[in-house]
């Protein structure tokens, strides 16, 4: 498989801003190759029966941090991670962009 693409992926924690209010920010654990192609909802309940919103897929080496819940940063854009497919050398995650 071919990775043609370097991203980031992230989750998502709170901190607390100058006022001491609690505010969501994202961080990135990892940054990982992968291929990553168009993909939509209509296709993931096609091909696999997921219910799912997803915008785009990708393809990448089995890692941990590419969980359901969990973000990927690509091109100023965040992509939530929808689902997740783990074969037996690679994972396969739908992503939905946000």
Do not use: H
């Not at 043609?4 to 990135?28: L, P, Q």
């Amino acid at each position: 498989m071919f990775y043609d693409y370097m991203v980031d992926i992230c989750n998502e924690t709170y901190t607390k801003n100058e006022y001491g209010d609690r505010v969501k920010t994202k961080t990135v654990i990892d940054t990982i190759e992968c291929d990553m192609q168009p993909y939509s909802s209509t296709l993931a309940s096609r091909d696999y029966g997921l219910d799912i919103s997803c915008t785009n897929r990708i393809f990448a080496n089995i890692n941990s941090n590419i969980k359901q819940g969990n973000f990927i940063f690509y091109n100023s854009n965040y992509y939530l991670i929808t689902s997740t497919i783990i074969w037996e050398d690679y994972i396969e995650a739908m992503v939905n962009r946000i």
